[in-house]
């Protein structure tokens, strides 16, 4: 397998949430290198990079409901968003 440089990881997706029905049972696998296409869950893309420090990050729930995950990837309670993406921004806007 070819592998690539790890970089500027994890990678921004988003500077906000992204809001998910979840069901009861099932098990969420979100993306925590920020390289995936289908985000905000994880497609195995972490496997393509050299020395991957960052791996998905299993999740269930026992009942329906919305749930907010993070799709900056700067969490401090991974998979949801806990604000941090706000500081993101911050950041982003001071270049
Ligand atoms: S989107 Fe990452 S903390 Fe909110």
Redesign the pocket.
Known sequence: METIPNTDLPRIQ????IAISVEPGKVYSWCSCGLTLKTPFCDSAHKNIEGMPYRSVKVQFETAQEVWF??????KTPPF?????NH?KADLNKD
């Open positions: 988003a500077c906000e949430p993070c799709q900056c990837k700067q969490t968003c806990d604000g941090s993406h993101v």
